[in-house]
């Protein structure tokens, strides 16, 4: 084909459309579907099989670690020993904290309470939980005074469970 400048093709060939002819004419003959090889799709199943017990395994783990469906653990009955332990520790601190502020209460006491350490001694099983001897260590000070070293001798009983302790703390006689 030959063209002229500045001119369109001369003749114009019709595109060529085979197939069967449809309500608007021809239509053009559809490709037929790509079909993957065997050995693709035996390979995609496994890969898609293993995958799926992966993600069961990862559900089935973390269900366990947090407890079952619900995600509670089962609550431990009663109350140990070292849980007793912990719960004493704090209500010595407590109780402490409420009898130094009785002593520094006020604007002319002028009186510093420090806790130096609470120690625990001996820990034996009580009534419905376990008994703590404990030992606060302080020191008090005031503007004219050195500082003075004391202790004040406790005893705590804690009853209950690990996760909601009841304690009592009295003087040790």
Known sequence: MTYESGSAPRHQQPPVISGPPDRTGWAPEPAPPP????????????????????????????????????????????????????????????????????????????VIATVNSIELLETWKAAGGYSVNATVHYTMTTALIAPVPGSLDLTCTATGADDAPVTTVANRS
Not at 67 to 95: N, S
């Open 35 to 110: 079909s993957a090889p065997k050995g693709r799709t035996r390979l995609a199943a496994i890969l898609f099989a293993g995958a799926a017990l992966l993600l069961l395994a990862a559900v089935a783990v973390v269900l366990v670690g947090r407890g079952g469906p619900g995600g509670m653990r089962p609550v431990q009955a009663g109350l140990t020993e070292q849980g007793a332990q912990r719960a004493c520790r704090t209500a010595v601190g407590r109780e402490w904290d409420a009898r130094s502020d009785q002593v520094t209460r006020g604007e002319d006491s002028g």
